[in-house]
Structure formats: structure tokens, C-alpha cells
């Protein structure tokens, strides 16, 4: 076998070990959205690591969602700023690009560690009731807590997967105070992307075997 036959063999391995780990999510890269750098009080539009949060605030677009921070450094979250409003505020996470990502886990609490005189059902994200209400778009469910303890509980959605959008509702009231962290977030990296970093191995590969230059 010649050396050139060997070499295209070694780069077909390579564009094919690239194309797989792109189709199968190896190469997903993981952030988690914290709000610690976030300085306390109002949520304005923000973006970051390749995500961008902004809030819709129903019915009319007065309240808003805040961060607080619950004692020590890098313990900021976020919660609704107005419990009185009893149609909730909205945290919408989305792609800048975007491309789907997935929830991997984000924590939540009741700050007010009281119970919820409503308790979370299965149905879909609609009628009343003081919860959470965690939905991915276009697909993906709603999932509803009414989390009664100021400890912060680490939950995982099992099907919030390749979704272009994460909504994150807080319906909080009275003994309620709904509050979130450390959202989880997983995104693959666009076809393109794991190409131009497949050509790159395969440059870096063909430059550790070329031999060096005769003087």
C-alpha cells in the first residue's frame, strides 16, 4: 500500500470520526447559567456564551424578574420581582445562533419556604396556580413545581431535548417566593463548525507526520 493510499485512508478516518461525533452529540458543550456576574435587581437582555436571555412579562409587560442575592459570594438567582402579579413573570432562553440545545438541570426553591395552595399537576403550562412552569420549544412538555423549601433542589427534565427556546415561568404569590440557578444548558456544535475542526485535526495530523526538510 502506498503512502498516499495510507494517508487518504487515515483522513477518511478522520472525516468520519468527526461526522459521528457531531451526529451522536459527543462534541456537545455544556455552560450553566449562574447569574453571578449579573449585578442584583432588575434582569435587563442579556447575552452570553453563545446564549441570549431576555423576559416576557404577561399581560402587560410591567414586571419583571430580578436577581437576588441569597448570602455570599456566587449565590445570585433569579426570581419574580412582583409576586403580586398573578399571571407570573418569564425568563426565554435562546440560541444567538439559533441552533436546538437541550436543559440539562437547573435548581430551584421557594425562598418563602411556604406551600403553594395550588398544587402542580401534569397538564400543559395553562390556567392558574402559583408554580413553575419549566417548557422547551417546539417540543419538549411543560413541567410544573410548587417547591416548598428554601433549599435549593437540583431537578433534571428528562425531555427538554433539541429545543430552540427554554421558558422559564414564575408564578409566585404570598408565601411564595420562586427562585432558579445554575441552569444547565447543552448545545452541538453546527455541522460546519465540527467540519472546519475535522479539517483542523486532520492538518495538525498530516503536520506531525510530515518529515522535515532536508538543508
Given at each position: 500500500m502506498t503512502m498516499l493510499m495510507m494517508m487518504m485512508r487515515k483522513v477518511t478516518l478522520l472525516v468520519l470520526l468527526v461526522v459521528f461525533g457531531w451526529s451522536s452529540g459527543a462534541w456537545a458543550t455544556t455552560f450553566t447559567l449562574?447569574?453571578?456576574?449579573?449585578?442584583?435587581?432588575?434582569?435587563?437582555?442579556?447575552t452570553e456564551n453563545g446564549y441570549m436571555i431576555t423576559t416576557d412579562n404577561y399581560p402587560n409587560h410591567t414586571y419583571n424578574l430580578a436577581i437576588q442575592n441569597v448570602g455570599g459570594a456566587n449565590?445570585?438567582?433569579?426570581?419574580?420581582?412582583?409576586?403580586?402579579?398573578?399571571f407570573g413573570t418569564q425568563m426565554i432562553i435562546q440560541r444567538i445562533d439559533g441552533t436546538p440545545f437541550s436543559l440539562v438541570s437547573l435548581d430551584i426553591a421557594n425562598l418563602a419556604a411556604g406551600s403553594s395552595p395550588v398544587a402542580a399537576g401534569t397538564s400543559a403550562c395553562a390556567g392558574g396556580g402559583y408554580r413553575?412552569?419549566?417548557?422547551?420549544?417546539?417540543?419538549?412538555?411543560?413541567?410544573?413545581?410548587?417547591?416548598?423549601?428554601?433549599?435549593f433542589t437540583t431537578i433534571s427534565p428528562i425531555d427538554l431535548t433539541d429545543i430552540t427556546q427554554l421558558q422559564v415561568r414564575l408564578v409566585s404569590r404570598g408565601s411564595l417566593i420562586h427562585a432558579v440557578?445554575?441552569?444547565?444548558l447543552s448545545s452541538i456544535p453546527e455541522p460546519s463548525t465540527a467540519l472546519l475542526l475535522g479539517l483542523g485535526l486532520i492538518g495538525f495530523s498530516a503536520s506531525?507526520?510530515?518529515?522535515?526538510?532536508?538543508?
Open positions: 449562574t447569574f453571578d456576574a449579573l449585578p442584583t435587581g432588575d434582569i435587563a437582555p442579556f449565590q445570585n438567582v433569579f426570581l419574580d420581582a412582583t409576586p403580586e402579579n398573578v413553575m412552569e419549566i417548557q422547551g420549544a417546539p417540543t419538549g412538555g411543560c413541567h410544573l413545581y410548587t417547591p416548598n423549601s428554601s433549599t440557578d445554575n441552569i444547565v506531525k507526520r510530515r518529515p522535515a526538510s532536508r538543508i
